[in-house]
């Protein structure tokens, strides 16, 4: 098992760039595909971006690709979402997402954990 623990929320203007974190505890963080999904008030969970064991495959949603970066660090049993240009509907509470031995997959049926979540707001 694995629990995620996700960091680097906040307020940001319009234009402005933040990092969000998400540190696995457990054992074999190179097994796991890693995945964003974030979530509006009053709207469904969407994916946001996923990252293959290796680190090679590598996919984004149509509203971030350019703006956003995923990234993960092995070693650190870390992945981070390097948010910039953001945007004021970017605003959502910013889940990250782990799959054992699967390919990064664009779909929440395919993660098995997920972290509690961080707040992201963009300000106008």
């Known amino acids: 098992q694995v629990q995620l623990v996700e960091s680097g929320g906040g307020l940001v203007q319009a234009g402005g760039s933040l990092r969000l974190s998400c540190a696995a505890s457990g054992r074999a963080f190179n097994t796991y595909a890693m995945a964003w999904f974030r979530q509006a008030p009053g709207k469904e969970r969407e994916f946001v971006s996923a990252i293959n064991r290796l680190g090679n495959d590598i996919d984004y949603a149509d509203s971030v690709k350019g703006r956003f970066t995923i990234s993960r660090d092995n070693a650190k049993n870390t992945v981070y979402l390097q948010m910039g240009s953001l945007k004021p509907e970017d605003t959502a509470v910013y889940y990250c997402?782990?799959?054992?031995?699967?390919?990064?997959?664009?779909?929440?049926?395919?993660?098995?954990?997920w972290g509690q979540g961080t707040q992201v707001t963009v300000s106008a």
């Open positions: 997402a782990s799959r054992q031995w699967g390919a990064a997959s664009t779909r929440r049926i395919d993660y098995d954990y």
